[in-house]
């Protein structure tokens, strides 16, 4: 049960995996302010905290939230070639799927929805300015895992913009960023799949991989 | 003291402040790896993982950092308008810019560096990459914030790209998108001054605040 609270960085940052399937109970919003305090604790560019958090519950709010999924579950379906699993198939693999299905099949009510909106900054490259609010979210993945929550990032507005900056009233200078699922999660789930650090860091050159032990040049 | 080492998730991500002055102290690699696994616990768009870090310590390294720094110090003094403090000012502002003037002057001898780079996804738009480096990046600082380091996220890659690449050798096909210096920290600090949940946050509506004890729309 890896979903179960707890207090421990380690304990919360190596168990935050995504969540898909949620029991059917609310998430207080005294629950969610918490965990957008906690984004608020994320670094900004110049400490500017170009954010804006937008939880979504509204039959609008939800409604954007429905078309989004749809079109980005086509675009799953397209790029993944992904096909609903037969109902008597159980391996891992047709189970995840579901979930996935599921997920974006219910997207009108699932429990919570939280979007991460950025001011635009015309000097600052697109890229530069997800440094000013993905922390934030990490931050908030991070707090919600700790309090017991599971999430699920998605990018269901990235393809529908123009329906949830009209249901949530986003003025034109803010950017939709990123979109994060939050529910008490259903059922328990497995550990993380990453790869190892001396596949994924360097040493100086690319092509030096770094293993703990190295000893750095001297400054 | 906020630089003590702690395991527990909220005071480490409430005191997760930026600090620019380090003692002369090497970060060994053991260390560094530490924190770049937790890095990797982040989520990433389709848990594809597109993300590869680079310890910058060799001579060529801090070349580049010297220079990105040198430059970048340009920019901030001219959009910010910035001076140097005269020697006798012991204001916090006068403290704080001296700081941050010092960092940049000594950025060739910084404890520690971590390049933090993406793979290109051509039909992903550049804000939305973020999402798969970004949180794998505040996973290392915060990470880099319980064992007792100070970290300064910075931009001096943003401006001398070409440097950065022909030091560490960096693949076309991937992105520098961000920088983090790290070391043990100089004296304590203070807390950190972010703005209040009910002025970040809406519920629904962007002119809503969302404030706790909100009764969201039923699903």
């Known amino acids: 049960m890896t979903s179960t609270p707890t207090d421990d960085i380690w304990e919360a940052m190596s168990t935050a995996r995504t969540i898909r399937r949620f029991r059917d109970e609310p998430v207080g919003p005294d629950v969610l302010a918490r965990c957008i305090q906690a984004a608020t604790w994320a670094p900004s560019g110049g400490n500017q905290q170009p954010w804006h958090f937008v939880v979504m519950t509204s039959p609008e709010a939800r409604e954007a939230l429905a078309i989004g999924a749809a079109r980005a579950l086509e675009t799953i379906e397209r790029v993944y070639r992904l096909q609903r699993p037969e109902p008597d198939d159980d391996t891992p693999r047709a189970r995840n799927s579901r979930a996935m299905f599921a997920l974006h099949d219910g997207a009108a009510s699932v429990p919570a929805a939280v979007l991460f909106c950025v001011r635009d900054q015309p000097s600052t490259p697109s890229l530069t300015l997800g440094a000013s609010i993905f922390p934030a979210m990490q931050n908030f993945l991070l707090a919600a895992r700790a309090l017991g929550l599971g999430t699920c990032v998605t990018g269901w507005h990235v393809g ?11 003025p034109e200078a803010w950017r939709l960023a990123g979109l994060a699922i939050v529910g008490w999660p259903q059922g328990h789930h497995g550990s993380l799949r990453r790869r190892p650090v001396h596949e994924v860091a360097s040493l100086d050159r690319w092509d030096t991989p770094l293993r703990e032990g190295d000893q750095p040049a001297e400054a």
Chains 1, 2 share one sequence.
């Open 160 to 170: 529908s913009e123009p329906e949830f900056r009209d249901a949530l009233a986003i």
